[in-house]
Nanobody, 114 residues
Framework: QVQLVESGGGLVQPGGSLRLSCAAS????????MGWYRQAPGKQRELVAR?????STSYADSVKGRFTISRDNTKIMLQMNSLEPEDTAVYYC??????????WGKGTLVTVSA
């Protein structure tokens, strides 16, 4: 059974940094795509960053140069620097299996405010 548990969200001032972590179990990391999505109030969920089983990464234009996705054998991380108020959202960890099945964590809230 796939389980994803996010942590690391919180309140940060504009220009600050946060590091999100997603503890993953029940998956083989080399065979799946893993990513971070976010959903701001009143907006649709959007892809922030993704990493393939082989380690290739991709980012939304709005976070390029500020966010970095990485993983080890048990966790998926998102390092967020130079945070802006527009980054305020609930951030969700996602895993897509080789069969195209999506698994989601429950989310962690990131608030960027002075």
């Amino acid at each position: 059974q796939v389980q994803l548990v996010e942590s690391g969200g919180g309140l940060v001032q504009p220009g600050g940094s946060l590091r999100l972590s997603c503890a993953a179990s029940g998956i083989t990391f080399s065979r799946v795509f893993m990513g971070w999505y976010r959903q701001a109030p009143g907006k649709q969920r959007e892809l922030v960053a993704r990493i393939s089983g082989g380690g290739s990464t991709s980012y939304a234009d709005s976070v390029k140069g500020r966010f970095t996705i990485s993983r080890d054998n048990t966790k998926i991380m998102l390092q967020m620097n130079s945070l802006e108020p527009e980054d305020t959202a609930v951030y969700y960890c996602n895993v897509r299996s080789s069969l195209g099945i999506d698994y989601w964590g429950k989310g962690t809230l990131v608030t960027v405010s002075a």
